[in-house]
């Protein structure tokens, strides 16, 4: 399988992809985007899985994160949707691909991958929003919810460090795990390209903090009331939401998607948490595949 890593040139700084497949193959190129925002490729590695002869699969870090350019000292206001779609478009024109593409985001991903479909762009060819949210509001009522059912003294510490302002301290770090050990992914041990990934988000939460915050339920960044439910019915071409039944992206998160963009599908994996890719590999991949190849 053909496979080849480059840089982008964007904005003075540089973002990193990688092609596994032709890119002239009979189906268009899927492009993956990452979650986040701040994560990495590296835990939506699977979807490469997806690739053959007929179809390249496209994996890129996005501006602050993994092996694209770092920029430590940006002030946060720095850190927007309108950059990160600049991005996306940059990337298409620098692949050649822009006349012709298919997209497939999850989490932070899918709302980056909306936000882009609303605008109609000429080559783009079908969307998968996958464990994704169209409003932050919605998203953090449902996540706190989740947080609800937790064990009272996890609840406690998540609590009192978020109101003390010590979110970095190691208990509540090993509440936040909790969470994620029902809701983010429920293979154990985590798949070692998700491990990999939270590992450099940790060390390098910039992106992450600007614009969510310390915690998926504790969003007080510039993300927190982000919400496109109106301008859904804008997307027109065929699109995919996947979820998990254990997700913090809940039916109630997601139905914005069924309900707004005209001819929308809806699959749930019913292993799965926020990761159906990890948590049920096989499911995922033949889903989508059969989806992308449908759309024509």
Same mark, same amino acid.
């Given at each position: 399988?053909?496979?080849?890593?480059?840089?982008?040139?964007?904005?003075?700084?540089?973002?990193?992809?990688?092609?596994?497949?032709?890119?002239?193959?009979? @189906?268009?190129?899927?492009?993956?985007? !990452?979650?986040?925002?701040?994560?990495? !490729?590296?835990?939506?590695?699977?979807?490469?899985?997806?690739?053959?002869?007929?179809?390249?699969?496209?994996?890129?870090?996005?501006?602050?994160?993994?092996?694209?350019?770092?920029?430590?000292?940006?002030?946060?206001?720095?850190?927007?949707?309108?950059? &990160?779609?600049?991005?996306?478009? !940059?990337?298409?024109?620098?692949?050649?691909?822009?006349?012709?593409?298919?997209?497939?985001?999850?989490?932070?991903?899918?709302?980056?991958?909306?936000?882009?479909?609303?605008? @109609?762009?000429?080559?783009?060819?079908?969307?998968?929003?996958?464990?994704?949210? %169209?409003?932050?509001?919605?998203?953090?009522?449902?996540?706190?919810?989740?947080?609800?059912?937790?064990? %009272?003294?996890?609840? @406690?510490?998540?609590?009192?460090?978020?109101?003390?302002?010590?979110?970095? !301290?190691?208990?509540?770090?090993?509440?936040?795990?909790? &969470?994620?050990?029902?809701?983010?992914?429920?293979?154990?041990?985590?798949?070692?390209?998700?491990?990999?990934?939270?590992?450099?988000?940790?060390?390098?939460? @910039?992106?992450?903090?600007?614009?969510?915050?310390?915690?998926?339920?504790?969003?007080?960044?510039?993300?927190?009331?982000?919400?496109?439910?109106?301008?859904?019915?804008?997307?027109?071409?065929?699109?995919?939401?996947?979820?998990?039944?254990?997700?913090?992206?809940?039916?109630?998160?997601?139905?914005?998607?069924?309900?707004?963009?005209?001819? %929308?599908?809806?699959?749930?994996?019913?292993?799965?948490?926020?990761?159906?890719?990890?948590?049920?590999?096989?499911?995922?991949? %033949?889903?989508?595949?059969? &989806?992308?190849?449908?759309?024509?």
């Amino acid at each position: 399988m053909i496979e080849r890593e480059g840089f982008a040139p964007f904005a003075g700084h540089r973002t990193w992809y990688r092609v596994v497949g032709p890119l002239d193959g009979g @189906q268009p190129p899927l492009l993956i985007l !990452h979650g986040g925002p701040g994560a990495t !490729h590296d835990y939506v590695d699977r979807f490469r899985l997806l690739a053959g002869p007929d179809r390249a699969v496209i994996h890129y870090d996005q501006l602050g994160c993994g092996n694209s350019s770092h920029l430590p000292a940006q002030d946060p206001s720095f850190w927007t949707v309108d950059l &990160f779609l600049a991005e996306l478009d !940059h990337l298409l024109d620098h692949l050649g691909i822009a006349g012709r593409y298919d997209l497939l985001g999850q989490s932070w991903g899918g709302m980056l991958g909306a936000e882009h479909a609303i605008r @109609q762009p000429a080559g783009l060819r079908a969307l998968v929003i996958a464990d994704s949210p %169209a409003s932050m509001i919605t998203w953090v009522a449902e996540a706190n919810r989740l947080r609800a059912e937790l064990p %009272a003294s996890v609840q @406690q510490a998540l609590t009192a460090h978020e109101a003390a302002g010590t979110t970095d !301290h190691p208990d509540y770090l090993a509440a936040v795990d909790v &969470f994620y050990e029902r809701h983010l992914c429920r293979v154990k041990p985590q798949p070692e390209e998700v491990v990999r990934s939270f590992t450099k988000l940790a060390a390098n939460p @910039q992106v992450y903090h600007a614009m969510n915050g310390p915690s998926e339920f504790h969003v007080i960044g510039s993300l927190k009331n982000w919400d496109i439910t109106a301008q859904l019915n804008r997307i027109i071409v065929p699109t995919l939401v996947l979820s998990g039944r254990f997700d913090e992206a809940t039916p109630i998160v997601i139905r914005p998607f069924i309900e707004h963009i005209k001819g %929308a599908r809806w699959v749930e994996f019913p292993q799965s948490s926020h990761m159906p890719h990890v948590e049920e590999t096989e499911s995922c991949m %033949a889903v989508v595949d059969e &989806f992308l190849r449908a759309a024509g």
